[in-house]
């Protein structure tokens, strides 16, 4: 079946870029994404990418997809200490979309 | 714009016990998704409602979790008798729709259920 995989933690130095990496297996997949859990609140959207795009930039954020490899990462620029959350990589298939397990990212100040 | 409302926040019951956990999605938004989050892991999906059909319900346990959505606005699910493996975080989720090229999946705050 899909399956979605994320290493579980990263830590990065305040102003250091920071790189989360995801791998999927489902190669029907139509958008992927990136959501941001902060404690005690629900997943919220950070951005997304369309399978047909190997790059995209959102301000700090900068997803790149490799599809051959099925392989996803998130870097966050100049990473800050509000950017310390749990970080869900996800995959839209043909019936659903599914959830890696979520990065723990920690910023040391 | 209001968000996707759940209650309650936090539920602590004893096993066997029944419990119910409210949904109100963003409004004009007609597809709704339950997820189980357990600890350290991502959501895994429950169940999908397009307006008041329930279209995906392969992942719910039926024997004991039960879920409605009426009027195809807001959503219950029920879990009777609840039981010690039961203890996560139920999100509730809504989209436009689920078909839509981009699918923006908006989610509640969770309700975190504790069975002791």
């Known amino acids: 079946g899909e399956d979605v995989e994320q290493s579980l933690f990263l830590s990065v130095r305040e102003g250091d870029s920071s790189v989360i990496n995801c791998t999927y297996t489902?190669?029907?997949?139509?958008?992927l994404y990136w959501y941001k859990q902060e404690p005690g609140a629900g997943l919220q959207l950070l951005t997304y990418?369309?399978?047909?795009?190997d790059m995209k930039q959102d301000q700090r954020l900068t997803v790149l997809l490799n599809k051959k490899d099925k392989h996803l990462s998130l870097r966050i620029a100049d990473t800050q200490t509000g950017d310390s959350a749990i970080y869900f990589c996800?995959?839209?298939?043909?019936?659903?979309?599914?959830f890696g397990a979520g990065t723990r990212l920690f910023v040391k100040a | 714009e209001a968000g996707v409302v759940q209650s309650p926040r936090y539920k602590i019951i004893e096993k066997k016990q029944p419990v119910a956990f409210w949904c109100n999605p963003i409004?004009?938004?007609?597809?709704l998704y339950w997820y189980l989050q357990n600890l350290g892991q991502g959501p895994e999906l429950l169940i999908r409602?397009?307006?008041?059909?329930?279209?995906?319900d392969s992942q719910l346990p039926k024997d004991r979790f039960s879920a409605e959505r009426l009027k195809g606005v807001d959503s219950t699910l029920k879990i009777q008798p609840a039981e010690l493996g039961d203890s996560a975080v139920y999100l509730c989720?809504?989209?436009?729709?689920?078909?839509?090229?981009?699918?923006?999946?908006?989610f509640g705050p969770g309700t975190r259920l504790t069975v002791l």
């Open positions: 989720a809504s989209s436009f729709r689920a078909s839509g090229r981009r699918n923006e999946q908006f």
């Open positions: 489902d190669s029907s997949s139509t958008y």
């Open positions: 990418i369309f399978s047909n795009m």
């Open positions: 996800a995959e839209k298939g043909l019936l659903k979309t599914i």
């Open positions: 409004s004009g938004h007609n597809t």
């Open positions: 409602y397009e307006n008041e059909e329930a279209v995906d």
